[in-house]
């Protein structure tokens, strides 16, 4: 378990702050946004050298319903429909309330971010995503989890908003159910009291401690961790020793098209846009429709925890608006053939079964494995990429109230000043790796970052105007 722990707090604080964000990733950054923009006082504290978290791993895409981007590209959507998705993709498994409050607040919080700090999203419409009935996930230009964290950060820096990098909390001191502040750790192993009036824990979830994933989801142990190694779990912890009520801990995201010894994510367009996986014998193996969530363990479960995505050079056109695409490809991940036959040879792939699998790739209607097809057929030139299953990033948490983000405790009140967003808190994906809808990471970082930051305890939360 990750090294953190519970204190009565000490006499005095080497300095105090109103609001102190633990985490500077997507969801501490929207947090420090909109609790600054709501006149309070603000310091976030980051582990790192510099803000990334597992959002900079990401496409940094963002689902949002019925926002000015789709309506200016034609899209009709609601929240109401989102949330229908999201609990379809969950079956049913998520609290109602929360799916509730993360769908109807997306389409603001994007919309906010765009106007008052001119971050340039736009809507994907050359594809969609598994589960989403509407296009609705939302990105800026370069679609890359970093752009997105570098444009965060610059709005707070031209706000002078207060980032300390290099500081892990390792300490919450608590009286009761108040929480009064925290102790960090520095590079040199000196520590600072920070003393506050609440507490945002935006420190994402416990992808990066193996002990718990060995704990609460050991079907996917033993998958790479493509997440970020500061995901060590202390929210959980911290909650547990306060008392709070933890939800679906066994729930995660995993991705089975990682290249492969590379280590890049493949976009799930090379599948939904009409390729397949392939194993080693050169055959299908699953429905691939399902979701790239449930792709970690189908791939797993291949012989050495490995297959192959076969598309084509029309896909690969698609695929190019994603960076992470174009740097598998600088790096040889993407192979190339200009019929089956060379891609299998250039694959190692058997080519006979490798012609069989495309050959059987109905044009429409549904094929053996119930994935339904009516889209273009693959047609030379051929690609493919040697990919994995990977542990993307946790999706219980800490339970919160929708309305404030702050912790439910174990005896059914909540706690009055201590939040949990992002990945510290539950999200919307059920209660194992199936219920994720792609996307679900984010609109929870934003979203409950966004709600948590509005919060005041004198007065209700609310919209910034």
């Known amino acids: 378990m990750a090294s953190v722990d519970i204190a009565a707090p000490p006499s005095g604080f080497d300095f105090d702050v109103e609001t102190l964000i633990i985490g500077s990733g997507a969801c501490g950054m929207v947090a420090a946004l909109a609790a600054h923009e709501a006149g309070q006082d ?268 076969i598309f084509d050079s029309r896909i690969a056109a698609i695929a190019r608006q994603f960076e992470d695409f174009k740097t598998a490809e600088k790096q040889g991940a993407v192979i190339m053939g200009h019929s089956v036959d060379e891609l299998a040879k250039r694959t190692d792939l058997p080519a006979p079964a490798l012609q069989k699998t495309i050959a059987d790739i109905p044009v429409e209607g549904s094929d053996v494995f119930g994935r339904v097809w009516g889209g273009q057929p693959l047609t030379a030139p051929f690609c493919a990429v040697k990919v994995t299953g990977a542990l993307f990033h946790t999706q219980g948490g800490l339970a919160t109230d929708p309305d404030t983000a702050l912790v439910r405790n174990n005896k059914g009140g909540i706690f009055e000043n201590l939040h949990a967003a992002g990945g510290a808190a539950c999200g919307v994906s059920g209660s194992g790796d199936s219920g994720y809808l792609s996307g679900n990471g984010l609109l929870a970082a934003v979203t409950l970052g966004y709600i948590a930051g509005t919060y005041r305890g004198d007065a209700e939360p609310g919209i910034l105007t």
Request: aromatic residues 6%; negative net charge.
């Open 42 to 309: 603000v310091l976030l504290v980051e582990a790192d050298a510099v803000p990334a978290g597992s959002t900079a791993l990401s496409a940094g895409l963002i689902p949002a319903a019925d926002t000015v981007f789709q309506r200016a590209a034609g899209i009709e959507d609601s929240p109401t429909l989102f949330a229908a998705d999201i609990q379809a993709k969950a079956q049913g498994e998520n609290d109602p309330a929360l799916v509730s409050a993360m769908a109807g607040k997306a389409a603001h919080v994007l919309e906010w971010l765009a106007q008052e700090h001119g971050l340039p999203f736009s809507v994907v419409t050359d594809f969609d995503y598994p589960g989403h009935s509407r296009r609705r996930m939302h990105g800026l230009p370069g679609r890359s989890g970093q752009e997105l964290i570098n444009a965060l950060r610059a709005r707070l820096e031209a706000l002078e908003i207060p980032l300390i990098c290099n500081r892990r909390a390792n300490r919450l001191y608590a009286n009761g159910n108040h929480i009064c502040g925290a102790q960090v750790t520095l590079p040199d192993a000196s520590t600072e009291t920070i003393g506050c009036a609440r507490v945002i824990l935006a420190c994402n979830g416990f992808g990066g401690n193996r002990e718990m994933v060995a704990e609460y989801m050991s079907e996917i142990n033993k998958a790479v961790w493509f997440g970020h190694d500061g995901n060590r779990g202390e929210a959980v912890v911290w909650g547990l020793a306060l008392g709070a009520e933890t939800r679906h801990l066994g729930a995660y995201q995993g991705h089975g098209n990682v290249a492969h010894p590379h280590g890049i994510l493949v976009t799930w367009a090379t599948i939904t846009e009409g390729g397949v996986q392939v194993n080693s014998a050169g055959q299908r193996f699953w429905n691939e429709a399902q979701g790239y969530s449930e792709a970690a363990r189908a791939v797993l479960s291949q012989p050495d925890g490995v297959a192959w995505v």
